[in-house]
């Protein structure tokens, strides 16, 4: 059965810093895996899909490697920033789950002004 | 960008009312939408997956007479609480799948039973 974990659960960073987000699964058939982010009340935004024959997605100051091989994925969010505060969850598609995600327990972030 | 639309956004009823919640994909078509229900300070529990005009595949545990998927079209699902109690209250999220692309999700609805 896949399990994801991110670790730590929880991160409080200065403002300017950069953030590295940790996420590992232990199941390397996947299809993808799909970095979210989810602020308080709110559903999830996606903010990077990596598919498996890739090892990296980048989009502004985000960057998300993925090595499959280690079952591990980290998303990198540079020069972060107060509104960078939020959940960030990660999850992974199994290929043999049926197209249904499964989530690590997210990290919560706090970027201090 | 694709974008998810769940209505409505907070739901405040009385037990044992039935509360129906509405998922729409907005700009592109949805092969499957899932159903999630969120805990506070927890990740999403999937509860049910459904493709258009076939009947919802749900999660172990979760009641499938208490939580009616209805997934009409390729756009539109649906979900009803019936018989809502206290227990029920949760954030329940929606979200939509095409292909290989970015799975996509709703703004999520607060369910509040009194």
């Known amino acids: 059965k896949q399990e994801v974990t991110q670790i730590p659960a929880a991160l409080s960073v200065p403002e300017g810093e950069n953030l590295v987000l940790n996420c590992s699964f232990t199941?390397?058939?996947?299809?993808?895996l799909q970095w979210f982010r989810q602020d308080p009340g709110k559903g999830l935004t996606s903010l990077l899909l990596?598919?498996?024959?890739?090892r990296e997605q980048t989009s502004g100051r985000l960057n998300a490697s993925l090595d499959k091989s280690s079952g591990r994925s980290t998303l990198y969010i540079a020069a972060s920033q107060p509104g960078d505060s939020a959940t960030y969850l990660c999850?992974?598609?199994?290929?043999?789950?049926?197209?249904?995600?499964?989530f690590g327990g997210g990290t919560r972030v706090l970027v201090k002004p | 960008g694709a974008v998810v639309s769940q209505h409505p956004s907070w739901v405040i009823c009385k037990s044992g009312t039935s509360v129906k919640i509405e998922c729409r994909s907005l700009?592109?078509?949805?092969?499957?939408m899932f159903w999630y229900r969120q805990f506070p300070k927890q990740s999403l529990m999937l509860m049910a997956t459904?493709?258009?005009?076939?009947?919802?595949?749900?999660e172990q545990g979760v009641e499938k007479d208490k939580f009616l998927i209805n997934h009409a079209s390729l756009t539109l699902s649906t979900l009803t609480v019936t018989s809502a109690h206290p227990e029920d209250s949760s954030f329940y999220i929606c979200?939509?799948?095409?292909?290989?692309?970015?799975?996509?999700f709703g703004d999520g609805t607060r369910l509040s039973i009194l």
């Open positions: 979200s939509a799948l095409t292909g290989g692309q970015p799975q996509h």
């Open positions: 199941d390397s058939a996947i299809y993808n």
């Open positions: 990596i598919q498996s024959s890739q």
């Open positions: 999850a992974v598609r199994p290929q043999a789950a049926g197209n249904k995600l499964t």
């Open positions: 700009d592109f078509q949805a092969t499957t």
């Open positions: 459904s493709n258009e005009g076939s009947k919802a595949t749900y």
